[in-house]
T-cell receptor, first 111, second 114 residues
Framework: QKEVEQDPGPLSVPEGAIVSLNCTYS??????FMWYRQYSRKGPELLMY????GNKEDGRFTAQVDKSSKYISLFIRDSQPSDSATYLC???????????FGKGTRLHILP | ETGVTQSPTHLIKTRGQQVTLRCSSQ?????VSWYQQALGQGPQFIFQ???????GRGNFPPRFSGLQFPNYSSELNVNALELDDSALYLC?????????????FGPGTRLTVL
């Protein structure tokens, strides 16, 4: 079982829709959870950073962490064509102090 | 504004050659991590430097080595290049020597090994 599982997509949704992106993980020691956005041929850009379980909201973005289920989500409200990118989940704080990334989900917002 | 820069942006090497990639920022962050991102994959942790010392390493062979300088800029060196080393190489800066502190990525160097 991989430490972090993320559906690679692609996921296509119409403009204005709510987007839900998810990751599951197996290492219960993870405490820090991040979502990055990566445009084609660019470096990842940090979108959301959360510690432990709970919700965090920033503008159109909401990150949720459910440690009991080992499941994290990113919601994007009022999606825009400019949100089209690859979204990477990442987590860390385990024993070896490494950040582990998911494979990324390719998202297409259709105008 | 962290202003992470990486050079070069692209390069092509042949199998067996050596390559040096560079990373710098203007922000004074004292921790730098390097990642390898193969096509269609998430970044994989190579190693981290904190205050000029290696501070953690992923599952990469010793032919991947690095340096961090007093101004916190960094180099990644790869010897004896293999075809599978073709990837986007990313550096990320942070603070405090902990990899799970917030990190800010550079644009990457795309390496092609022929």
């Amino acid at each position: 079982q991989k430490e972090v599982e993320q559906d690679p997509g692609p996921l296509s949704v119409p403009e204005g829709a709510i987007v839900s992106l998810n990751c599951t993980y197996s290492n219960s020691a993870f405490q820090y959870f991040m979502w990055y956005r990566q445009y084609s041929r660019k470096g990842p850009e940090l979108l959301m950073y959360t510690y432990s379980s709970g919700n965090k909201e920033d503008g159109r973005f909401t990150a949720q962490v459910d440690k009991s289920s080992k499941y994290i989500s990113l919601f994007i409200r009022d999606s825009q064509p400019s949100d089209s990118a690859t979204y990477l989940c990442a987590m860390g704080g385990g024993r070896d102090d490494k950040i582990i990334f998911g494979k990324g989900t390719r998202l297409h917002i259709l105008p | 504004e962290t202003g992470v820069t990486q050079s070069p942006t692209h390069l092509i090497k042949t199998r067996g050659q050596q390559v040096t990639l560079r990373c710098s920022s203007q922000s004074g962050h004292n921790t730098v991590s390097w990642y390898q991102q193969a096509l269609g994959q998430g970044p994989q942790f190579i190693f981290q430097y904190y205050r000029e010392e290696e501070n953690g390493r992923g599952n990469f062979p010793p032919r991947f080595s690095g340096l961090q300088f007093p101004n916190y800029s960094s180099e990644l060196n790869v010897n004896a290049l293999e075809l599978d080393d073709s990837a986007l190489y990313l550096c990320a800066i942070g603070m405090g020597g902990r990899s799970y502190n917030e990190q800010f990525f550079g644009p990457g160097t795309r390496l092609t090994v022929l």
